[in-house]
Nanobody, 124 residues
Framework: QVQLVESGGGLVQAGGSLRLSCAAS????????MGWFRQAPGKEREFVAR????????WHADSVKGRFTISRENANNTVYLQMNSLKPEDTAVYYC?????????????????WGKGTLVTVSS
């Protein structure tokens, strides 16, 4: 069993920054790819970023490319999402997810474990 716990969400003004963290426990963290997804009210869950199990490869959604950066510290069983230049349309619940594979996936259905999410609200 895997437990994922997100933190770092909150209220921020447009143009501001936040860093989300996701602490994992229960399995060998470095064996699995990780991802961040988000879900805004009334919308489907969407891909934000993912990172390979080693951290050597990353992918970001076009909507966040150049503003958000995913990273991981395998020694601390933690994955991060640095979010800069935030926009009101980034407002959503952000979820951390784990995929039992090397590279993960951009499809929510392909992820194996999920955290409960952390709310990010960007005011205009």
């Amino acid at each position: 069993q895997v437990q994922l716990v997100e933190s770092g969400g909150g209220l921020v003004q447009a143009g501001g920054s936040l860093r989300l963290s996701c602490a994992a426990s229960g399995r060998t963290f470095s064996s699995y790819a990780m991802g961040w997804f988000r879900q805004a009210p009334g919308k489907e869950r969407e891909f934000v970023a993912r990172i390979s199990r080693s951290g050597g490869a990353t992918w970001h959604a076009d909507s966040v490319k150049g503003r958000f950066t995913i990273s991981r510290e395998n020694a601390n069983n933690t994955v991060y999402l640095q979010m800069n230049s935030l926009k009101p349309e980034d407002t959503a619940v952000y979820y951390c997810a784990l995929a039992m594979s090397t590279y993960g996936s951009s499809r929510p259905d392909d992820m194996d474990y999920w955290g409960k999410g952390t709310l990010v609200t960007v005011s205009s």
